[in-house]
């Protein structure tokens, strides 16, 4: 059975930098990984997704420029998050899906347990 970790969140200042993870294990096959959050009181936000297949996704050009995925869906993935803000505070999720990105969250299978970053200073 596929299993998703994060890790890589935590406190920081604005203007800062943090690089998330999310290391898959198990069952591992060509899935499509991607990353959201989902800050208190908001609905989940997708930020970006990766496949063999589709390469890279984002679903909002909002954090383009600032939040960055790379890496190996069949091993470990990273979202970079630079000139981070008090806004960006939320849990950060990763989660997986069969072959391709998509932009119906609830297609996304599995998900991992969350990481939770804070931006203030």
């Known amino acids: 059975q596929l299993e998703l970790v994060e890790s890589g969140g935590g406190l920081v200042q604005p203007g800062g930098s943090l690089r998330l993870s999310c290391a898959a294990s198990?069952?591992?096959?060509?899935?499509?990984i991607g990353w959201f959050r989902q800050a208190p009181g908001k609905e989940r936000e997708g930020i970006s997704c990766?496949?063999?297949?589709?390469?890279?996704w984002r679903y909002s050009d909002s954090l383009k420029g600032r939040f960055t995925i790379s890496g190996d869906p069949k091993n470990t993935v990273y979202l970079q998050l630079n000139n981070l803000k008090p806004e960006d505070t939320a849990v950060y999720y990763c989660?997986?899906?069969?072959?391709?990105?998509?932009?119906?969250?609830?297609?996304?299978?599995?998900w991992g347990q969350g990481t939770q970053v804070t931006v203030s200073s």
């Open positions: 989660a997986a899906r069969p072959v391709q990105c998509a932009r119906n969250f609830y297609s996304y299978e599995l």
């Open positions: 198990g069952a591992v096959s060509d899935n499509a």
């Open positions: 990766i496949s063999i297949y589709d390469g890279i």
